[in-house]
């Protein structure tokens, strides 16, 4: 009875040992990680959105040149005319080309805001995408979280510790076929 008690023992230890072991070599990661600027960059919503972004800010500047080239003209007449002017009419000009110079510098700083702002809700949507596609693959692989690798975030990550998701992602998303043309 105490060999039979004492081989129970040795074969529950060595079923322990051996799940220990397999654990500790292949341990399941718990995190994952991606360079969300890679992917995000890759998804066709991005060069849309991108189009789109150009269109508007070609808008912007051409208007931007337009009030320079008044201001141009407006400045060259009143260097050619600012000997024969009286006084009255020079301070009139020479006002009428501030004002135009401050509206052209205030027109440049809220086209700037107004382009930054016109960017970041041409995106959203596409963030969201890749968003909720890595939420998706985190949550199908049972991870606790997923680093952004982007910017030296994270210089070192162990593989074997971690998944990368890039694959994954782009598979959710639908662009595999960019997997196939990096293979080749």
């Known amino acids: 009875m105490k060999t039979l008690h004492n081989a129970l023992t040795a074969i529950a230890l060595l079923i322990t040992l051996a799940a220990t072991a397999t654990a500790q070599e292949q341990p399941k990661p718990v995190f994952g990680y991606i360079s969300y600027a890679t992917v995000f960059q890759q998804m066709p919503e991005y ?33 050619q005319g600012q000997k024969e002017f ?9 006002t009428e080309l501030q004002g135009l110079m401050e509206q052209g510098v205030e027109f440049r700083t809220k086209a700037q805001q107004l382009l930054a702002e016109a960017q970041a809700e041409l995106q959203k949507p596409v963030e969201q995408k890749l968003t909720a596609a890595i939420n998706a693959v985190a949550a199908r692989q049972r991870l606790i979280f997923v680093i952004n690798t982007d910017n030296h975030a994270c210089p070192y990550i162990d593989p074997t510790a971690g998944t990368d998701l890039y694959e994954p992602v782009l ?7 960019l997997l196939d043309r990096k293979q080749q």
Not at 54 to 76: G, H, I, N, T, V
């Open 47 to 79: 060069d849309e959105a991108q189009q789109n972004f150009q269109k508007l800010k070609a808008m912007y500047d051409a208007e931007a040149a337009r009030a320079e080239e008044e201001f141009q003209r407006k400045f060259s007449e009143f260097l």
């Open 86 to 94: 009286p006084q009255s009419i020079m301070r009139k000009r020479q």
């Open 171 to 177: 598979a959710e998303l639908g662009l595999a076929s």
